[in-house]
């Protein structure tokens, strides 16, 4: 999953950024309003990490812009060292999934992201079954009775992300900006996400059959279950 950190504070934002990398999050940073705005009219995130403070305006604002976009669903959890209460209402009303005061603790800001990913997606617990398979959003592992399935890192973001969306055409370009971020930065003449899901569709089809990931011609990829 990839997170926008929109933060001003430079030694708070590496510390998320470092911590998040090492969680398996795609992280990008922005340290202004506007630098937040031109991202996010790019770039779809499933998690902003939104402080209030900004050097050239006010997070609310912010927050209140990316509410107004069409077919937006990212998660907002606010960051910021105003612990009033008036503000804490204030961001959860205007459409934020969460406030958090710093400082706070990393580990508390994953089990909230993961609280999150689990309400969004309408899920019981942290694990996925599917066909066989019990997928772990939070330890990151796929199971096939007691045997991990050996993916690489990637491999499980793709099948994560659209385990997640089960049912739902996810785009090649729409899987290329959630598990490698800013789609910019990507050739999109490139057939590496199709290499990608070549190669997990191999390694899972040595456990069960596969017929249910689909493959949407001139489109993406579906699971139907």
């Given at each position: 999953m990839?997170?926008?950190?929109?933060?001003?504070?430079k030694g708070l934002?590496?510390e998320?950024?470092?911590?998040?990398?090492?969680e398996?999050?795609?992280?990008?940073?922005?340290?202004?309003?506007?630098?937040?705005?031109?991202?996010?009219?790019?770039?779809?995130?499933?998690?902003?990490?939104?402080?209030?403070?900004?050097?050239?305006?006010?997070?609310?604002?912010?927050?209140?812009?990316?509410?107004?976009?069409?077919k937006?669903?990212?998660?907002?959890?606010?960051?910021?060292?105003?612990?009033?209460?008036?503000?804490?209402?204030?961001?959860?009303e205007?459409?934020?999934?969460?406030?958090?005061a710093?400082?706070?603790s990393?580990?508390?800001?994953?089990?909230?992201?993961?609280?999150?990913?689990?309400?969004?997606?309408r899920?019981?617990?942290?694990?996925?079954?599917?066909?066989?398979?019990k997928?772990?959003?939070?330890?990151?592992?796929?199971?096939?009775n007691?045997e991990?399935?050996?993916?690489t890192?990637?491999?499980?973001?793709?099948?994560?992300?659209?385990?997640?969306?089960?049912?739902?055409v996810?785009?090649?370009?729409?899987?290329?900006?959630h598990?490698?971020?800013?789609?910019?930065?990507?050739?999109s003449?490139?057939?590496f996400?199709?290499?990608?899901?070549?190669?997990?569709?191999?390694?899972?089809?040595?456990?069960?059959?596969i017929?249910?990931?689909?493959?949407?011609?001139?489109?993406?990829?579906?699971?139907?279950?």
């Open positions: 990839n997170v926008l950190i929109v933060e001003d504070e934002a590496l998320v950024d470092e911590f998040l990398s090492h398996g999050f795609t992280v990008e940073h922005a340290r202004t309003k506007k630098s937040a705005e031109e991202k996010i009219f790019v770039n779809n995130y499933d998690f902003i990490l939104l402080d209030l403070g900004l050097p050239d305006g006010d997070g609310f604002d912010l927050l209140k812009m990316l509410k107004g976009l069409d937006r669903d990212d998660a907002v959890i606010i960051l910021t060292a105003r612990g009033a209460v008036d503000d804490r209402v204030s961001g959860l205007q459409g934020a999934d969460d406030y958090l710093k400082p706070f990393l580990s508390e800001l994953l089990a909230r992201m993961h609280a999150i990913t689990r309400r969004k997606h899920l019981e617990s942290n694990d996925i079954n599917i066909k066989g398979l997928v772990n959003i939070q330890n990151r592992t796929v199971m096939f007691d991990r399935i050996n993916l890192k990637k491999e499980f973001e793709i099948f994560n992300y659209l385990v997640l969306n089960k049912n739902r996810i785009s090649r370009t729409n899987l290329t900006e598990v490698w971020g800013d789609v910019l930065e990507i050739n003449d490139s057939n996400v199709d290499v990608h899901v070549k190669n997990l569709r191999k390694k899972l089809s040595q456990y069960i059959p017929d249910w990931f689909e493959t949407v011609r001139s489109i993406g990829y579906r699971i139907n279950i």
